[in-house]
């Protein structure tokens, strides 16, 4: 085998297989990989984030896992996994079929046995005891955990597949090109950003009408002061929709991105883009603007964070979800088990809703449907499930708004409201 790229003594004893068939079944792939893409080397990485955990009724991911078991294949880093088609602890509340449940028990199974974190979730970075500091290496699957990752932590991954983190998470590397680079990192597309952004929904619907057209090209945002982690994490989500862009800066706010000409490495963009506040009022318009019944409110795309679920807890506290409304809250594991702690989820129980973990609501449609029956209308707390989401109409909101129309069983969003802004 003719390789490209430089190999350690280390590694070149894995791919040797001195410490095991699994390890050097990786490397293989993985040095076949860099070749591809270029890469001179190998990087050590700290933490995984792999997404073969979705059951398909084809068979060929399980089997391809219990191959690698066989082999005796043991993750070399923290790893945690994507989200499931389903919540493994409420799946028979939920009304999810039981074979369903084995199927997707035996590949999550698969996982455990290599050496997994039991945390199956969109948002890797709110996994508690996780610390990763800027220009640490990483292998992360999610589209929208890798552009958080890479624009607000100043980690480093590339948009890996499932099959290549898992590769990564094995051998403990991955080879070192694309995003990795400090000189690819660079903002390519400034977007002046000329309207006052005032919450999560508004970052959202920005990031929605910016993706179609930034394609793969970094954008860089001059006009926002100040942004929130729940703001990021939502843009970085809505970027998903409609672009494959693996992050962004924001001037005076990400790490990488102090200063306009920082962002830019010095260069100059190839390209402005303005938002402005006909820009926003056109996105409200065709998202919000509507006063239809509900059927469906789901709050957690990306999961929510424990000061996230607090605040749903506070809004629904003594009231009741309306009568044919289904109530989905999605969080990780772990924020589910301080939630419990914390009263959080039982306040959310007792009004009818379901705190849910390990999946979300469009991983769950889309792998065995709703078992309450298709919904006409959604409300979802960001851009990305409303784009996921089909058929039927799919509605944008804040978690306040969410709430309140798990509570009245209404969207109620006109005109009047949105020209208040």
Known sequence: MVLLMYLTKEEEKMLDGEYGPAVQYAMKLLTKFGDVFGAERMVKIVHAHVSCTTYS???????????????????????????????????????????????TRRLIDHHIKMGFIREFTCTPYFVPGLFLSKGDHVAWCESSAIIFGNSVMGIRTNRECCQSALMAAIAGRTPEFGFHLIENRRGVVLVKVKTKLKSVTDFSLMGYHLAEDMGLRTPVFDGIPHATVEQMDNLAAAFTTRSGISMFHIVGVTPEAPTLDAA???????????????????????????EVPIQRVYIGCPHLNLKQVAEVARLINGKKVAKGVTFLVGTTRAVKRAAE??????????????LISDTCGTAMRHSIGY???????????????????????????????????????????????????
């Open 371 to 421: 078992p309450w029956g298709e919904p006409e209308n959604w409300v979802f707390n960001g851009m990305k499930q409303v784009y996921y989401f089909k058929p039927g109409r799919g509605f944008i909101g804040d978690i306040k708004e969410c709430v309140e129309a798990a509570i009245t069983g209404k969207w109620r969003v006109i005109k009047d409201e949105n020209s208040k802004r």
């Open 264 to 290: 830019f490495q010095g260069d100059k963009p190839e390209d402005t883009i303005d938002f402005t506040q006909a820009d926003l009022l056109n996105l409200y318009k065709r998202f919000r603007e509507a």
């Open 341 to 354: 702690e914390a009263g959080y989820a039982d306040i959310i129980r007792k009004a009818g809703g379901y």
């Open 57 to 103: 009724i084809e068979y060929a991911l399980v089997d391809w896992l219990d191959d690698l078991v066989k082999m005796g294949a043991r993750v070399r880093v923290p790893t945690t996994g994507m989200i499931t088609n389903i919540d493994l602890e409420l799946w028979r509340e939920l009304g999810i079929p039981e074979e369903w449940y084995k199927n």
